[in-house]
């Protein structure tokens, strides 16, 4: 059996489970938000099955079925009571999960090391990936060095989502270092992609090129579906868990040589618009992949 | 922040000044003329330039570094900005800690650095649960609920979540303090000895990541069970041992 942990307001959540119910694939929901309205139990290690008592109905979670999960904590938008609840619950979800022994879409884990961008690079490199030159320093004179080299863009170094911009070196000029530390990286001009990865199945979208950050200009409706290289396909098959994952959304750059520069690997990717392009093959894979160990 | 003597430094304190367990450290290095620099988590991740390019990955300055959760103790930010800004530090920090060539204690890995791990992270059996209903109060359950009051299973009230394990009150404790390869017993008691605790901590350690801890142990004649790994000892887990422990982090720190 899979069973879909999330939020009913997440859209990604939503487009899982609409597409599980039009390909008439068994599946088990539990929305936290009710969840966390009600009774629970989940025993640690989790030989048994845990159990979750609330107005939709009792839920019992069988360790050995198949997780899709969006753990999204909203406990900063709840009141005080609420809020203590919804940690609570998301604390032995994330426990719980964690230690179950079968295929699990989105651990709670997986990944985190997304939230600092040079030690996310740091892996990619190690899985063989092209990555683009980076700096992060809050040194003055080696940030206007490393912008003087070539086309450069600043990131957050915890992947906070922000605007993505250019800089040069005078930018640096008056640089207090206490306003650091900065993240930058080589720009990379040409088309993004965006390929999803889970188990061997894989399927890449590309925008043309024309930003710096093509999410942010609303560029994802005018993506197309294209069979990406076939080494990179395998290799992304391969770093995928590699990099402590079972799904992930890469985002890459392919320059006028066609070299795909690796960006990042998303955990916990919102696919729900790409998927929306190539009518529902994301979800359908992460079925698949998940309908193989139930 | 300047070193403490005249030479440069050595190590790298990342802690609050007033950490008691750094200041061991510190003085200790200090005793075998180590140069050694205090930082804060922010001060520290300032000092850091990370370079990713063709020729590799370089973190520098590239240098021991003894790293303690006071290093992060601050004063509550109420400027988003200023959020911001600390969650950039820590990040930048976590990479740099991870990445560098020297030694690091403890040292952050891919999924960050590892917390305080109580009885059900380390395999031990642990109820999560909302409503006390169906668990069977035999008086030997012993909760800690969402507000943090811990207590036995009847404290337990129906509007708060709460986690729970069985405690045997006739249990005696044993900690066992690990610096990479080493064990340190807090006791010699004869009734800790049969369960191979050095080793088993050892073990422990490993597989959850991290080079300097305390473990503490619920010992009864037929078994012993983990029931805290503690990954930023205070002087009270170490002090039955301090002059091997403190030995054992210079040996690991300067290696």
Request: hydrophobic share 45%; glycine share 6%.
């Amino acid at each position: 059996m899979i069973v879909a942990i999330g939020v009913d307001v997440d859209d990604t959540f939503a487009t899982f489970v609409r597409v599980a119910v039009s390909t008439g694939t068994p599946i088990r929901l539990v929305n936290i938000r009710a969840a966390v309205t009600g009774d629970w139990r989940f025993d640690l290690p989790p030989t048994d099955g845990a159990k979750l008592f609330h107005a939709d109905g009792d839920i019992v979670l069988d360790p050995n079925d198949s997780y899709f999960c969006r753990l999204i904590d909203l406990s900063a938008a709840s009141d005080l009571a609420s809020a203590g609840r919804w940690r609570a619950l998301l604390a032995a979800l994330r426990a719980w999960i964690e230690a179950v022994p079968g295929r699990v879409v989105n651990r709670p884990l997986g990944g985190v090391h997304n939230g600092s961008k040079p030690l996310h690079e740091a892996l990619l490199l190690g899985a063989g990936l092209r990555v683009p030159p980076s700096l992060t320093s809050s040194d003055p004179a080696e940030l206007r060095a490393f912008a003087r080299e070539g086309l450069t863009i600043s990131k957050t170094v915890c992947g906070t989502r922000a605007h993505t911009a250019t800089v040069t070196p005078d930018d640096f000029t008056d640089f207090d270092p206490e306003s650091g530390p900065v993240h930058l990286q080589r720009q990379i001009v040409g088309d993004d992609a965006r390929i999803h990865v889970v188990g061997e199945h894989v399927i890449m979208h590309v925008a043309l090129a024309g930003a710096v950050d093509y999410r942010r200009a609303g560029a994802i409706r005018t993506m197309t579906q294209r069979e990406p290289p076939a080494a990179l396909k395998d290799a992304l098959i391969a770093a995928t868990p590699m990099i402590g994952l079972a799904f992930a959304g890469w985002d890459f750059k392919i320059d006028a040589d066609g070299t795909y520069w690796c960006l990042e690997a998303n955990p916990m990717p919102g696919y729900g618009p790409y998927d929306a392009i190539c009518d529902g093959a994301i979800s359908r894979s992460l079925l698949k992949y998940l309908e193989h160990a139930s | 922040m300047t070193a403490e003597r005249s030479k440069p430094a050595a190590v790298i304190i990342v802690a609050q000044r007033h950490d008691p367990v750094a200041l061991r450290v510190s003085r200790a290095l200090i005793e075998r003329n180590i140069g050694v620099e205090w930082k804060t988590g922010c001060e520290a991740a300032r000092l850091f330039t990370i370079r990713i390019d063709e020729r590799g990955l370089t973190v520098s300055p590239d240098l021991p570094m003894f790293v303690r959760p006071s290093a992060w103790w601050a004063q509550p930010q109420s400027d988003p900005d200023a959020r911001f800004l600390l969650r950039e530090c820590h990040a930048t920090f976590w990479a740099a800690a991870a990445l560098c060539a020297s030694p690091v204690l403890n040292r952050p890995g891919p999924s960050g650095t590892v917390g305080r791990l109580t009885a059900g992270a380390l395999g031990q059996a642990e109820i999560h649960a909302a409503g006390s209903d169906g668990i069977e109060d035999d008086g030997t359950f012993w909760i800690e609920d969402a507000d943090f009051r811990t207590g036995p299973l009847s404290l337990a009230d129906n509007s708060l979540p709460f986690r729970a394990r069985r405690v045997d009150p006739t249990a005696d404790y044993e900690i066992v303090v690990v610096v990479g390869a080493q064990a340190f017993e807090a006791t010699t008691d004869p009734r800790t000895a049969k369960h191979d605790l050095p080793a088993r901590s050892l073990d422990l350690a490993r597989r959850h990541h991290v080079q300097f801890a305390a473990i503490t142990w619920e010992v009864a004649p037929e078994a012993a069970l983990p029931v805290r790994l503690n990954p930023a000892p205070d002087m009270n887990e170490l002090r039955y041992r301090s002059a091997d422990v403190l030995n054992a982090l210079c040996e690991a720190l300067l290696a």
